[in-house]
């Protein structure tokens, strides 16, 4: 299946009548398509949760009808695919209103709760003992004339003589503002660029892969002497755990737009920063998938940029662009009479990535191709091998990422193994193929699917060292 990343406001505006055509085609080729949702699509979608808005409602049933039960989301140190509807996903969002306090960055009303916590346990108040050492610790924060107009608007109660105690409690409403006021990080970022820290008005025109060498020299010019990669990074150094990629990528993401580079408008009452992290998540999401599909360009932007630097070959894509690509690449079946000239004409010129030669230790030579479509609608690569001496030729058909994911669903690997068999037809049952779908899914022993032509063999079988299917043609020359 051919894996599609949908920003939020595309899912949102299919319900209009100029999105019929993505609709339409969607309906038309949804068995070969899967599009999964995110944590994000809910960072979006709850802001308009009311039991009386049609709308959302609408909104959630579309979002369960495109992804089914595929759900990725970043787990603790990696990636997860999980099963779970967007419905299911919701109850449990709705049903969740526990108070978090530490969302809330409300230090007295943690300390108290600690309190409570230490007192139920005969432990006393640690929560009061902790605040005490706060309160005799000072911030080692020196107010300047430079400084304090800018340090005021942040930590409006800050001097000189401040505690950390004094700070913590200043620091609370500061990320609540940053967080939940459209208005206040607006005016932040505003304020840093008076700062003379924000880029050039004539930024938003620089090409994707000069952005961040024009940051670093932009950040040289301030006299800060690291790159922008290096200034993220300083900027997670800091967490209590080491950071991840995920944790890398969003900030990036935030960091382009509080230095002013295609900065996010924020033109709605109920727009905050928090319309940016989940952006940067919708970024981060669509880098494991085929096709990355926005309809904000600031948001497409931006990502082009971070998908440059991190060498993620994924389109990114207007619902117009892709609809035109999409229909490109989708693989239409020939019959299996033409599946050998089909097969060789994947190995055109203009396909080849790479080439390696014959030696004396292969005594073949191997072409890899880029597919020019995807082949069962799953396949991207192909790998051509020919014997001299035997005078056979091998294809192997993989599905190869050279983006963030190193996974596939199950259902992808059933919906492959049900296709090829479907294609190939011959003595296996319909109870054969259903054991041998779950076999390919799910069993980490090797499994195989095979048939016999005239001058040949296919094979459907497991990669041992990535335990995807791969699909191989063996062609012996007729004499």
């Known amino acids: 299946m051919i894996r599609i990343y949908l920003d939020w406001n595309v899912v949102s505006n299919l319900k209009r009548p100029e999105f019929k055509e993505l609709n339409d085609f969607i309906a038309e080729h949804k068995e070969k398509l899967l599009f999964p949702y995110s944590p994000a699509h809910f960072k979006d979608l709850m802001k308009s949760y009311s039991p009386e808005n049609v709308y959302f409602n609408m909104d959630l049933e579309k979002l369960d009808y495109l992804s089914g039960k595929h759900l990725i989301r970043w787990g603790k140190e990696n990636i997860e695919p999980l099963f779970g509807t967007p ?19 409300d230090f007295e009303k943690m300390f108290s709760q600690l309190d409570e916590d230490t007192q139920e346990l005969g432990l006393g108040n640690m929560g009061q003992l902790i605040k005490t050492l706060f309160e005799l610790q000072p911030t080692g924060i020196e107010v300047t004339e430079e400084n304090k107009e800018m340090l005021s608007k942040m930590f409006p109660n800050l001097n000189s003589n401040s505690t950390m105690w004094d700070f913590m409690k200043d620091f609370g409403p500061f ?16 304020s840093l660029g008076e700062y003379g820290f924000k880029l050039e008005a004539n930024s938003g025109n620089w090409d994707a892969d000069q952005v961040l060498k ?14 922008f990669l290096e200034y993220v990074e300083t900027a997670l150094k800091n967490q209590k755990e080491s950071y991840t990629y995920y944790d890398f990528y969003t900030t990036a993401y935030l960091m382009l737009d509080i230095m002013g580079y295609k900065a996010d ?8 920063m928090q319309n940016i992290q989940a952006d940067g998540e919708h970024s981060f999401y669509g880098g494991h998938c085929d096709y990355f599909v926005a309809i904000d360009k600031k948001l497409r932007t931006k990502s082009k940029v971070l998908y440059n630097e991190f060498n ?7 619902p117009e662009e892709f609809l035109q690509q999409i229909k490109q690449v989708i693989h ?11 097969a060789f004409s994947f190995f055109k010129k203009e396909y080849i990535e790479e080439t390696f030669p014959a030696s ?51 259902t992808e ?53 990535t335990g995807r299917p791969i699909l191989l043609y063996l062609i012996k020359a007729e004499s």
């Open 332 to 342: 239409v079946r020939t019959t299996p009479d033409n599946f050998i000239s089909e």
């Open 312 to 318: 993620l070959p994924v389109p990114i894509l207007t």
């Open 175 to 190: 990320m609540n503002n940053l967080l939940n006021n459209g208005n206040y990080y607006k005016d932040f970022r505003k």
């Open 265 to 272: 408008g924020l033109p709605k009452p109920t727009d905050n």
């Open 214 to 227: 024009n940051i670093d020299d932009f950040l040289l010019s301030k006299n800060i002497k690291m790159t």
């Open 87 to 105: 419905q299911e996903y919701f109850e449990g969002e709705k049903e969740n209103e526990v108070t978090n306090v530490l969302a809330d960055f």
């Open 413 to 465: 690997t059933e919906k492959l193994v049900e296709e090829v068999c479907t294609f190939f037809g011959g003595s296996y049952t319909k109870e054969d193929i259903e054991t041998k779908k779950k076999e390919f899914a799910y069993a980490e022993a090797p499994v195989q699917l095979s048939w016999q032509f005239n001058n040949g063999l296919i094979k459907l079988e497991k990669d041992e060292e």
């Open 360 to 410: 004396e230790e292969n005594n073949f030579v191997t072409y890899v191709a880029k597919l020019p479509v995807f082949y069962f609608d799953f396949f991207n690569y192909g790998v051509y091998q020919y014997y001299e001496e035997e005078k056979c030729v091998m294809i192997v058909f993989k599905r190869t990422f050279k983006n963030y994911s190193r996974f596939i669903y199950y």
